[in-house]
């Protein structure tokens, strides 16, 4: 049996296997932020989402199908439902309908039964004013009799037969035991509440006034971030700051069972229906399946959060991987392609203590070599009262372990902060340039002592400066024979081989914010931006200034695949050049919200062939980017698409019979609007397109077997019939077959007469090999003469559109 974890991410929904770890199914349509899921009390096969788009929807997440959305009209923040209350659901919407609002309420939304797609439901009644929006903040207890809601200070308890309560902890000066989470006992008038000093509180006799009464739980040193008791009521499940699970006896209180050591706080608990799973998800964008016996069997990791990203956005040159902070102290290696955390590598290798105002070592910088071979970090630590404390690692990579180990530690390489680190490109020498504000620059030489046991080590063999001015940015060319450094509003180009200053290049007022070097044929210029809003261009070969540009560019991101250049301005502009063009290859205002602080190139698999000449510029790579919001977003035309799995699954007859035939309209339309390509996608030669799909609408008691419906389907594709429609009725007492040169059909019966019988469901469809046939005839609107008292009725037609090419074999499905 496999087990299914639903975790609400950006705009989409994602199910993963318990079992497997891996993603089995990426629920879209969601157009804005997903709030909340919770599984539909009257079908286990079924869950709802809610998002601050204004939508809730209805999914099958086994075969991972849309099967109705209903449109509320508000922003949703969170989602609950009651097995008493069905056709409901609660959600939480702003008193207001603005985003912008502070004032939340509770509201029972009915669900309107339609056959249709997507219902407008907008009969909403208010259950409790002025709640918390945050999920953990409301529950419903004993089989759905009353909801409890808990805000700052105060829990209101309502019942459902018009009671209400207001609970208050016993308040202290300077105390902090204000409501964080709540939790009621699935069986018994019990609510446990979660309180920012670190104790839990279980509330009973609550609905006689004011004779309710309180027992404490305390283990937790910070605030508690969610709580949640066993579909039984028998434990009760607890996690905030320390990474630490919590596992009570309800009925023995001073009995607990833990798990530590769970690597991020824990931020929400789930529990499966059968209680044989419990679900924890994490502030590092981590969920972690456990059994019931306290024992952690899986643990799906995303791309980490953390607070900051320190390190530039790096690929590594073996794995591929896209490699940027990740918990504190350490480097993720995460798998673009799969969408997937490969692992971790502990930089600090220190024990991260989780407490506020101690400063800790931090991963600030980090470069690989062109081969991947070696990776340099530097750490950091300022504390109060201290100097600035810093380590440069290089780490060599094992091919034993298929990771990197640590070769050497240099402590202190500079007086102060480096701004940047990079490697040269050269294949003949290993070397790591480091520049910092002391006002230096420093060569770090791999030597190689292979003739003795001491094996290969670093030390620094150049240091070099000028004018006392403080270096802000460095670059290596493409062959690695120059070495570009920006002190200040000076530019300077040095010889890695000799040390010798070459040249120094000037350019208007203002300080040097990034250098980079051309590709390929443009590997003679070297491009710069400085703090006055300008983007230059010097010609290496002349020493000249070749042009220059008023532009405010925050970041410069080369592909190293090709000769284009992203530029991204300060106000989420992209523009794609070449540096000897004068005209950009693309350019785009408003790219995202935020600014952006990280990009990089990363190299397809397989080079696209692109016959548009604007597209033609990620041919080989793909462009992401990192905004002030921590969103990782990769760049397609069209759009930009926050990182995704990609579904690479085989354009099939049955791929599209089976998987795709309830998308909506609107969201083929949004689609088609947002991807201009979409429309142009070629399916391979033999293939068949199916353009409207309703047998699965199809009740399956009177469908004939699968096995008559194969071979028909099967010898469909085989015969060739010249400017023909083939037309078939499905009747629930046996299939009707009619073919004929015109598309102005008259449904027949094989014995000549017209159709006009009793009948429960129909099933029409037509085969075309016209190329000029329009989808769009009257012959898709058949309508079909049923008796007097039951009137007309339209019948869901399925066609295929043939290719001009048929072939009489089977692998043509």
Request: with cysteine; hydrophobic share 35%.
């Amino acid at each position: 049996m496999i087990s299914y974890v639903e975790s609400g991410i950006t705009v989409s929904v994602k199910v993963y296997s318990s079992s497997s770890e891996e993603c089995v199914h990426d629920l879209q349509g969601h157009t804005d932020l997903v709030s909340g899921i919770a599984r539909n009390p009257s079908n286990h096969l079924q869950v709802y989402s809610c998002s601050a788009d204004g939508t809730v929807r209805l999914w099958d997440f086994t075969d991972g199908i849309l099967i109705k959305t209903f449109i509320i009209g508000y922003p949703i923040y969170s989602i609950y439902v009651s097995e008493k209350h069905g056709g409901v659901v609660f959600v939480v919407v702003p008193m207001a309908n603005d985003k912008s609002s502070e004032l939340f309420q509770l509201v029972a939304v009915h669900l309107p039964r339609s056959g249709d797609q997507e219902v407008e439901a907008r009969e909403l009644s208010a259950v409790l004013c002025d709640v918390s929006p945050s999920p953990g903040a409301a529950s419903f207890g004993r089989e759905g009799e009353y909801v409890a809601a808990a805000k700052g200070l105060q829990l209101e308890v309502f019942f459902f037969k018009k009671q209400k309560f207001f609970l208050k902890p016993g308040i202290k000066k300077g105390s902090k035991n204000a409501f964080t989470c709540v939790s009621c006992h699935p069986k018994e008038d019990c609510i446990a509440t979660g309180h920012a000093d670190g104790k839990i509180r279980l509330w009973r006799n609550f609905n006689q006034k004011k004779e309710y009464t309180y027992s404490t739980l305390h283990w937790h040193h910070g605030a508690v971030n969610t709580l949640q008791f066993t579909p039984e009521g028998t434990n009760l499940l607890s996690g905030g700051i320390e990474s630490v699970l919590v596992q009570w006896r309800y009925t023995q209180e001073n009995q607990k069972d833990f798990l530590p050591r769970l690597g991020a706080a824990i931020t929400h608990i789930a529990v499966s229906p059968d209680g044989s799973l419990f679900c924890t998800s994490h502030s590092d964008n981590k969920i972690t399946i456990i059994q019931s016996c306290v024992k952690v069997s899986a643990i799906i990791q995303g791309l980490v959060k953390s607070e900051g990203v320190r390190t530039d956005l790096m690929i590594d040159p073996r794995s591929k991987a896209l490699v940027l902070n990740g918990k504190p102290g350490h480097l993720q290696f995460y798998s673009l392609h799969r969408d997937k955390q490969l692992y971790n590598l502990d930089i600090v290798q220190q024990e991260y203590i989780n407490e506020e105002g101690l400063d800790q070592f931090e991963v600030v910088k980090a470069a690989f070599d062109a081969h991947g071979d070696w990776l340099a970090t530097v750490e950091e630590r300022r504390q109060k009262g201290s100097e600035l404390e810093i380590n440069l690692k290089l780490w060599a990579y094992d091919e034993q372990t298929q990771s990197f180990v640590l070769n050497t530690t240099v402590t202190a390489p500079h007086e102060d902060q480096i701004t940047a680190m990079c490697f040269s490109p050269s294949p003949e020498t290993t070397m790591l340039v480091t520049i910092s504000f002391d006002g230096h620059f420093k060569a770090w030489l791999l030597a190689d002592h292979s003739d003795t046991k001491e094996g290969a080590s670093w030390s620094c063999d150049f240091v070099g400066g000028y004018h006392l001015l403080k270096p802000g940015c460095c670059c290596f060319s493409a062959d690695g024979s120059l070495l570009a450094v920006g002190f200040q509003e000076v530019v300077t180009v040095w010889s890695p081989s000799s040390w010798e200053l070459l040249t120094t290049l000037s350019q208007p007022p203002g300080a040097i914010r990034d250098l980079c070097f051309g590709r390929l044929s443009c590997s003679k210029y070297l491009l710069g931006t400085s703090t006055k809003n300008q983007l230059c261009c010097w010609n290496i070969l002349t020493c000249s200034l070749e042009w220059s540009t008023p532009m405010d560019v925050s970041l410069l991101q080369a592909d190293p695949l090709s000769e284009n250049i992203a530029a991204f301005c300060s106000q989420s502009g992209l523009f794609v050049f070449k540096p000897g063009e004068p005209r950009p290859l693309y350019s785009q205002r408003a790219l995202c919200t935020g600014k952006v602080q990280h990009a990089i190139f990363a190299p397809r698999d397989q080079m696209l062939e692109s016959c548009e000449e604007h597209a033609q510029w990620l041919n080989r790579s793909q462009l992401y980017f990192l905004t002030q919001h921590m969103v990782l977003t990769v760049f397609v035309f069209g759009g930009v698409f926050q990182l995704m799995v990609d579904n690479s699954v085989a354009v099939t007859p049955f791929y599209l019979l089976l998987g795709k035939h309830r998308l909506q309209q609107q969201q083929q339309q949004q689609e088609a609007l947002t991807n201009p390509m979409a429309e142009r996608i070629q399916l391979p030669q033999g293939s068949i397109a199916i353009k409207e799909v309703c047998l699965l609408y199809t009740p399956a008691h009177v469908l004939p077997s699968a096995s008559f419906l194969c071979s028909m389907f099967v010898r469909s594709l085989l015969i060739s019939s010249q400017n023909s429609i083939v037309m078939m009725a499905l009747h629930p007492r046996g299939l009707f077959h009619q073919s004929c040169s015109d598309t102005s059909v008259q449904m027949e019966t094989r014995r000549g007469s017209h159709i006009k019988c009793n009948f429960t469901t129909w099933f029409v469809l037509i085969q075309t090999t016209r190329p000029e046939f329009n989808p769009e005839h009257p012959v898709q609107e058949l309508e079909l003469c049923r008796p007097p008292h039951t009137g007309r009725v339209r019948i869901p037609i399925l066609v295929y559109y043939r290719l001009h090419t048929i072939y009489s074999s089977p692998h043509t499905i």
